[in-house]
């Protein structure tokens, strides 16, 4: 397929993404935004989001003309080919997905599009939202198409540009066909499908995923219980092609915008057709709970209580390589601390300002004045390469909790500290 005329609505990270990386494919692509802010400094190639690659490929779109952001959706898609809904979907009431967001773009553009023009979802939208948009439009001549992204935060550029399968779906067979075809020069497998199929591959993967890392976690709690090494046990499931080896990492909890976001939905939706997803909420559960081990964890750390206790937080967004605070594991365990009465110093190298209930300094050896714990919550490489030496001399107590599993114990140890990850022996 040659080049296609693209509008993408919405530039939060997967819009962005998406807009810049059809652009590199060679389309002419326009990305909106109602922010006017925003759309001026991405205009002038500034990106604010921590994403590597991402900003050398708006400039490069920039450049090349190929890319433009603009303010107002309706103007935008009169002459379009296809038009990417990227705006958000987050949780609403009883954790379904709110989708004002996407109802508000299709009342704004559903009579400027042009006939033929695809209207497609990027961003997760429950299972049945192509059939509502279709009744929204109220045009028969406009198709709809399921076409979700499967981009991880911080390597967003990386997985759409090298991803492990398309998916595109509609009940217009040709036009999911023509989609699919947006990402001809990609070498990827595309599964092209029906609507409802589409929307349930994102749900069912994404929360696939984070029933795996529950089980992990959980499979690591049994280890410390029974003296068993997870590291050993990880290594030996993960062998198993069937099983894999990646997404095995016990941690403090799933967290970001997605997975939380995604499991509570696809639990509602299960709700909505009168079955009872008890799996997946036992995977929520699980997520919960593991915080409050992680927290129970820092207390016999520091001697069992946690009033008073000074408390070195390392790390702050929900994994590394970005400064994404949403639904951060991290936050909410240095949240139960502070409630707990501790004192809680952070540093994260992506994060900065101000957080209820903790300091935050812009430097890592800073958490470690005075403190009786250190806590590694986010798995940011830097932390390795610490001076524990220097570390221990800072610190009024001798704990490091682990919770990433990331640090070399030895180097932590032979500092004359202490070393406690997850579902691994104690290290003294
Ligand atoms: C997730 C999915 O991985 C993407 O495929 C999907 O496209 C995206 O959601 C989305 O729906 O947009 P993301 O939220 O960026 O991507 O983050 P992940 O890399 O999946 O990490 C999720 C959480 O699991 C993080 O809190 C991370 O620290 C944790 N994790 C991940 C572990 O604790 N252990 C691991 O081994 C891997």
Redesign the pocket.
């Known amino acids: 397929m040659g080049s296609a005329r693209i509008v993408v609505i919405g530039t939060g990270y997967?819009g962005l993404t998406t807009g810049a990386c059809l652009a590199s494919l060679g389309h002419r692509v326009t990305c909106v935004d109602v922010d006017s802010l925003k759309v001026a400094r991405l205009a002038a190639g500034q990106v604010d989001i921590l994403e590597p690659g991402l900003e050398e490929l708006v400039s490069r779109g920039l450049a090349t003309g190929r890319l433009d952001f603009v303010v107002g959706s309706r103007q935008a898609v009169v002459d379009a080919e296809a038009v990417f809904l990227c705006v958000p979907t987050p949780m609403g009431a009883g954790g379904a997905a709110d989708l004002r967001a996407v109802e508000a773009v299709i009342d704004e553009v559903a009579g400027a599009l042009p006939p033929g023009c695809a209207v497609i979802t990027k961003s997760?939208v429950p299972v049945g939202t192509a059939q509502r948009i279709r009744g929204l439009l109220g045009r028969t001549d406009v198709p709809v198409v399921a076409n979700p992204?499967?981009?991880?935060?911080?390597t967003a550029v990386g997985?759409f540009l090298n991803p492990d399968r398309i998916v595109v779906g509609s009940d217009d067979q040709p036009a999911a066909h023509w989609v699919a075809g947006l990402y001809a020069d990609l070498a990827a497998p595309s599964v092209v499908t029906d609507a409802a199929s589409a929307e349930l591959v994102?749900y069912a993967?994404?929360c696939f995923?984070a029933m795996k890392?529950s089980y992990?976690?959980a499979v690591a709690e049994l280890c410390e219980r029974l003296g068993a090494d997870i590291e050993s046990v990880t290594e030996g499931m993960g062998y198993d092609r069937r099983i894999g080896r990646?997404?095995?990492?016990?941690?403090?909890?799933?967290?970001?915008?997605?997975?939380p976001k995604?499991t509570h939905a696809l639990v509602q939706v299960a709700e909505s057709v009168g079955f009872d997803f008890s799996l997946l909420s036992a995977a929520i559960q699980e997520n919960i709970a593991q915080r409050d081990r992680i927290v129970a964890k820092i207390a016999g750390a520091v001697g069992g209580s946690l009033a008073g206790a000074r408390v070195g937080v390392l790390g702050l967004a929900?994994?590394a390589g970005?400064n994404d605070l949403r639904d951060?594991?991290a936050l909410s365990v240095t949240a139960m601390l502070a409630a707990h009465g501790a004192e809680v110093t952070a540093y994260d190298p992506a994060v900065g300002g101000e957080q209820p209930g903790m300091r935050i300094v812009d430097d890592p050896y800073q958490t470690a004045k005075g403190a009786d714990a250190i806590v590694v919550l986010?798995?940011w490489d830097e932390f390795r390469r610490l001076d524990w030496t220097y570390v221990a001399e800072l610190m009024h107590g001798d704990a490091v909790v682990d919770t990433r599993n990331l640090l070399d114990p030895q180097s932590v140890l032979s500092a004359g500290l202490s070393w406690l990850g997850l579902g691994r022996p104690r290290a003294r």
């Open positions: 997967v997760t992204e499967f981009l991880r935060e911080g997985d994102k993967a994404n995923l890392l992990v976690n990646s997404f095995l990492k016990p941690g403090p909890g799933w967290g970001g915008s997605c997975l995604d929900f994994k970005t951060s594991p986010t798995e």
